[in-house]
């Protein structure tokens, strides 16, 4: 049973309970928001997972499964569902727990959640019929003047004003924690990468809100069309941003899982946050880099924007890739995995889901992520690689192979621990991480030397048969093509199997309540 | 604990391999701060970004006066054009199709605009594998010297539409 006393904080009588793992306050409202969250994020997830395998398999030139008219419709379902309805659900959800149990405070609004979580809730939905109906296909950067059906402008705004409403309610829980004190002094790391997360996210929404909301008039024939190039630029100020949102998430997530599955505490607090504190700084003007090849905007602009405030917020990713490692190295040491070099590595508990995820969300997003994302953001490299496959080789690598890895992760213990279930099929689970990661690398790799070759993203032929001009690409290209094909296969196996485990345990797993989670 | 509050003097400069590796890291953020403004001088192949407005009427026009001027045969049901070297030079992008087909020297420079009729498209050049992004009511002008002769591929890689995997276009270099 759960304990009746109540937990530190400003909780009132049987609105909270205590962790039975880590003896953290658990709020029972904000419990339930990170529930409904997470749920959404998973059925999201898998609504992009059916999509990603339908595209693996229509992008390798062997297989070449869908037809035309659905590849493009499966690309816009699969980004919007993958990068907007899975990883916001699931940062929201980040949000409720941060806000509460690390500041030991209560949810400040139900009512503003249960706003936010509806409003959400249907702009996915409407966005995902609009986009099955055949009526919506134009990517997910929407680029005026392509135009989709209004509703899907409409989704997409209910989505970002519920997510909005969500951040706010984050804002109100800091207020009212400072304000009954439940904590003292600074509030801990992993809050502070979820408050950087949420300032970025204001900014964010903020260009949204300006991009898409004339696009939605527009459609409804109330404006004319927008410009095309401000549309760009406002598009990719909530494009861009958004990225940033989901890196403070991951990493924040990789502070929390360091924690849970070897104990690591952060070796300098001033060095982490102060890295949080760049990514806030540094990285609206970063997206300047997805204009590189634009018109209109000149030369000085592009380097300025590109050099400076970029780099500046790869050093923040540069500090966390060393804060973090080190943090599990001294925590290892500490219990004696201490042979060598790397003993503390090869000693990490590599069969913790949680562990490997997380680990290989680090160097999968440090290596093949942050090296491809530094190089692609230059002026020069860019004119070979825009608009290629290697920009989903990239960001496969970011914020596939980085944050949605790290995001299962932490959701080995989020079920657990706020579900109050186990999972099953134990082995499965220790296998997960490993199957996804391998493949997403694969997926990623093939995607960026098939790129390197000319081949294009969001193109349904690499043949070109039927144009009025057509040669075909290198033999090279078709075999990364391949590559990235097995890749997907692979990656999807991986993450159905992590849907179908997550599915089973929050509805049928063994409950724990009143008990230490199982440890992993 | 990252999931705790910090101890109270947590306030405190970094030390020992984190501040080395912090001093590296800055380092290096600041070589590649200064190898942008260097490439950009130093380098051959640049996105200026230099562009003007237009509309998608007024650039048809300036096209098809720069076809009849220039034409010198068809290819593919698509006019060929072979303009004066150092000439202004005009590509228009339209669902979905690169028009006209472009002939031209070797060694000579051109100026060439391009825009798009519609929606935005992707310049992709190949197999050079050059990319712009082509929007409406932009004029995006690109200086070119093609060093090479050749048949060149341009295809579309900005999602256009149900057919962009069909927009292609022509550009020669003769030598
Ligand atoms: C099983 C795992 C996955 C596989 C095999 C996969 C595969 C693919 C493929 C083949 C494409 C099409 C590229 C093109 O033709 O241009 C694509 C696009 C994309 N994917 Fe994934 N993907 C996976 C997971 C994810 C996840 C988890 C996310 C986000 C969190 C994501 C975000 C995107 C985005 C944003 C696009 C670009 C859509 C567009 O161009 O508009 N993918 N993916
Ligand atoms: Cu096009
Ligand atoms: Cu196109």
Redesign the pocket.
């Given at each position: 049973m759960t304990s009746l006393a109540l937990p530190v904080g400003n909780f009132r009588t049987g609105e909270a309970r205590t962790c039975d793992t880590t003896g953290l306050p658990v709020c029972l409202h904000a419990q339930r928001f990170i529930k409904l969250n997470a749920v959404c994020a998973v059925v999201a997830?898998l609504v992009?997972?059916i999509?990603?395998?339908l595209?693996?398999l229509?992008?390798w030139p062997a297989v070449h499964l869908l037809p035309a008219d659905w590849?493009y419709r499966v690309?816009?379902l699969?980004?919007?569902n993958?990068?907007i309805f899975?990883?916001i659900f699931l940062e929201i959800a980040i949000l409720y727990f941060a806000g509460t149990t690390l500041l030991k405070t209560r949810l400040a609004s139900t009512k503003l959640a249960w706003t936010s979580f509806l409003l959400m809730a249907v702009g996915a939905v409407l966005t995902n019929i609009t986009i099955l109906q055949g009526t919506a296909d134009v990517?997910?950067?929407s680029y005026a003047p392509l135009q989709a059906h209004s509703n899907f402008y409409l989704g997409m705004i209910l989505f970002a004003v519920g997510a909005l409403l969500g951040v706010g309610n984050f804002f109100a829980c800091v207020w009212i924690a400072r304000r009954d004190k439940t904590y003292q002094g600074s509030m801990p790391l992993v809050a502070f990468g979820a408050l950087a997360a949420a300032i970025i996210a204001v900014v964010a929404i903020l260009h949204g809100a300006i991009a898409l909301v004339p696009t939605w008039l527009w459609s409804l024939g109330l404006m004319d069309a927008p410009d095309a190039g401000w549309y760009r630029l406002l598009w990719w100020g909530i494009g861009h941003q958004s990225q940033q949102i989901?890196v403070c998430a991951m990493v924040s997530t990789w502070y929390l899982l360091a924690t849970l599955t070897v104990g690591a505490k952060p070796l300098n607090q001033l060095v982490c946050r102060s890295a949080f504190v760049l990514y806030v700084l540094f990285i609206n003007i970063a997206s300047a880099h997805h204009l590189l090849v634009d018109p209109g905007v000149s030369a000085g602009w592009k380097i300025w924007n590109t050099s400076y405030a970029m780099y500046l917020a790869v050093l923040a990713s540069m500090i966390h890739g060393f804060t973090v490692p080190a943090a599990v190295e001294v925590a290892q040491r500490k219990k004696g995995h201490d042979r060598g070099l790397f003993g503390w590595l090869v000693k990490a508990p590599w069969a913790n889901p949680g562990f490997s995820a997380f680990f290989l969300s680090l160097i999968i997003f440090g290596f093949i992520g942050g090296i491809t994302g530094v190089t692609l953001g230059t002026q020069q490299i860019n004119i070979i690689a825009h608009n290629t496959?290697r920009?989903?080789g990239h960001?496969?690598a970011t914020?596939?192979g980085g944050?949605?890895l790290a995001f299962m992760g932490l959701c080995y213990y989020v079920v657990p621990l706020i579900f109050r279930r186990e999972y099953a099929a134990r082995a499965l689970c220790r296998l997960q991480p490993y199957l996804?990661g391998i493949?997403?690398v694969l997926?990623s790799i093939g995607?960026s030397f098939a790129g390197s070759y000319g081949v294009?993203?969001?193109?349904w032929d690499v043949e070109f048969s039927g144009a009025p001009f057509a040669k075909g690409f290198d033999s090279g290209a078709h075999v990364m093509l391949g590559l990235?094909g097995i890749?997907?296969?692979l990656?999807?196996v991986?993450?159905l199997t992590f849907i179908l485990l997550t599915v089973h345990a929050v509805f049928l797993g063994k409950r724990n309540e009143g008990r230490a989670m199982t440890a992993w | 604990m990252s999931i705790h509050q910090p101890p109270d003097d947590w306030f405190q400069a970094p030390h020992g391999p984190e501040r080395v590796w912090i001093g590296l890291a800055l380092a290096w953020c600041l070589i590649l701060f200064l190898m942008m403004p260097y490439w950009h001088f130093r380098g051959k192949q640049n996105s200026t970004g230099e562009a003007y407005r237009t509309t998608p009427a007024e650039f048809a026009e300036r096209v098809n006066r720069f076809i009849d001027a220039n034409k010198v045969g068809e290819e593919n049901g698509v006019p060929l054009v072979e303009p004066a070297p150092g000439s202004d030079i005009y590509l228009a992008a339209q669902m979905w199709r690169w028009y006209p087909a472009l002939k031209l020297k070797k060694d000579q420079t051109y100026r060439l605009h391009v825009s798009s009729l519609d929606v935005q498209h992707g310049f992709s050049l190949q197999p050079m594998n050059m990319n712009f992004q082509i929007l409406p009511g932009y004029d995006h002008v690109l200086t070119v010297t093609p060093t090479q002769s050749g048949d060149y591929l341009i295809i579309c890689n900005e999602?256009c539409g149900i057919n962009h995997h069909l927009m292609t276009g022509r550009i020669r270099v003769e030598g």
């Open positions: 997830l992009g997972a999509g990603a395998i595209l693996g229509t992008r590849y690309l816009t699969h980004g919007i993958m990068l899975w990883i990517m997910m950067t989901n496959l920009i989903p960001f496969h914020v596939v944050t949605s996804f493949g997403i997926v995607m294009p993203r969001r193109h990235m890749g997907a296969v990656a999807f991986g993450l | 999602f």
